[in-house]
């Protein structure tokens, strides 16, 4: 179950598509990934990350973004990222973990901006500004902007720090169950709005998800781990079927049209 078809054959050459070859990780003596190769994952695609609890998808996310000793090689286009720097690899790379950090007394605007201009990004602090109100306004937080970061809800401070991963421009966007603390409303329109500026600006977008629907309805390709290795990879909905869920999930499953025809899963129990 490999091999992609290039979705977006309006994309210029120049933008890049993600490959992992023979890409493994281990704690200690406890190898936990295990030969994953992955891809080519094209520009402008939106990828969902799944698997059972445990079977190492931020663990695979971790690896991408340089944050683990990794094995096996990361190619970006023709950039080799396990072979960077990692502040030269944090220009390509953003990385929302699946539980955030702590954070210090600041205000959120503030938090952008110093997002925007990490990593030496050369940009003058006015257009950081009007870039960071920009993108806390097309997220729907707004509002947000002079509230302190240690004073937001559990969701409000995961939409902060999608805001804090997209306004880096990056080319790989990596996102570790983004919607975790969501309501519905924020669900789709994250997903909306990551799915359009993935396409948009030729982003690599990877996302771990647990809900199998958002994958189908928002997601172009998906990769399923267990166990620490690749189940399959391909379009969602070749990828996403009752002998899939069954073998990852341990689940008896259907995956039926709903009315207006979208593809949606129903669990009928466990194996
Ligand atoms: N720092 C660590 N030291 C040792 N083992 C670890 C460490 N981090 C993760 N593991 C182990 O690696 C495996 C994969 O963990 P990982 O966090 O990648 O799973 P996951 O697929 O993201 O699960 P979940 O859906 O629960 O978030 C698990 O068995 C976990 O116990
Ligand atoms: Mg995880």
Same mark, same amino acid.
């Given at each position: 179950m490999t091999g992609y078809s290039r979705a977006h054959t309006h994309m210029p050459d120049t933008l890049s598509s993600l490959r992992v070859e023979h890409l493994a990780v281990s704690f200690g003596r406890q190898e936990v990934l295990h030969d994953i190769?992955?891809? =080519?994952? =094209?520009?402008g695609t939106t990828t969902a990350l799944l698997g059972p609890n445990g079977s190492g998808k931020s663990t !695979? *996310?971790?690896?991408?973004?340089? !944050?683990? =000793?990794?094995r096996g090689a990361i190619w970006l286009g023709e950039h080799g990222l396990d072979r960077m720097a990692s502040r030269e690899r944090a220009r390509f790379c953003a990385y929302l973990p699946q539980t955030l950090p702590p954070t210090v007394a600041m205000e959120?605007?503030?938090a952008v901006m110093v997002a925007r201009q990490a990593g030496g990004a050369r940009? $003058?602090?006015?257009?950081? *500004?009007?870039?960071? !109100?920009?993108?806390?306004d097309r997220l729907g937080i707004g509002e947000l902007a002079l509230r302190q970061m240690n004073a937001l809800s559990g969701g409000q401070r995961q939409l902060v720090?999608?805001?804090?991963?997209?306004?880096?421009? =990056?080319?790989?966007?990596?996102? $570790?169950?983004?919607?975790?603390?969501l309501d519905l409303h924020h669900q789709v329109a994250v997903m909306d709005f990551v799915q359009g500026e993935t396409r948009r600006r030729g982003l690599v977008t990877v996302i771990v998800l647990h809900d199998?629907?958002?994958?189908?309805?928002?997601?172009?390709?998906?990769?399923?781990?267990?166990?620490?290795?690749?189940?399959g990879e391909g379009p969602s909905l070749a990828i996403v079927t009752p002998d899939m869920l069954r073998k990852a999930y341990d689940v008896r499953a259907r995956i039926e049209q709903c009315s207006r025809g979208r593809p949606c899963v129903i669990v009928d129990g466990i194996v």
């Amino acid at each position: 179950m490999t091999g992609y078809s290039r979705a977006h054959t309006h994309m210029p050459d120049t933008l890049s598509s993600l490959r992992v070859e023979h890409l493994a990780v281990s704690f200690g003596r406890q190898e936990v990934l295990h030969d994953i190769s992955l891809g =080519p994952l =094209p520009a402008g695609t939106t990828t969902a990350l799944l698997g059972p609890n445990g079977s190492g998808k931020s663990t !695979l *996310l971790r690896a991408l973004a340089g !944050l683990l =000793p990794a094995r096996g090689a990361i190619w970006l286009g023709e950039h080799g990222l396990d072979r960077m720097a990692s502040r030269e690899r944090a220009r390509f790379c953003a990385y929302l973990p699946q539980t955030l950090p702590p954070t210090v007394a600041m205000e959120v605007l503030e938090a952008v901006m110093v997002a925007r201009q990490a990593g030496g990004a050369r940009v $003058d602090t006015a257009t950081a *500004l009007a870039e960071s !109100l920009a993108l806390l306004d097309r997220l729907g937080i707004g509002e947000l902007a002079l509230r302190q970061m240690n004073a937001l809800s559990g969701g409000q401070r995961q939409l902060v720090g999608l805001a804090q991963a997209l306004v880096r421009r =990056p080319q790989v966007l990596l996102l $570790d169950e983004p919607l975790s603390a969501l309501d519905l409303h924020h669900q789709v329109a994250v997903m909306d709005f990551v799915q359009g500026e993935t396409r948009r600006r030729g982003l690599v977008t990877v996302i771990v998800l647990h809900d199998l629907n958002v994958a189908l309805q928002h997601a172009d390709h998906a990769v399923v781990l267990c166990e620490g290795r690749l189940l399959g990879e391909g379009p969602s909905l070749a990828i996403v079927t009752p002998d899939m869920l069954r073998k990852a999930y341990d689940v008896r499953a259907r995956i039926e049209q709903c009315s207006r025809g979208r593809p949606c899963v129903i669990v009928d129990g466990i194996v």
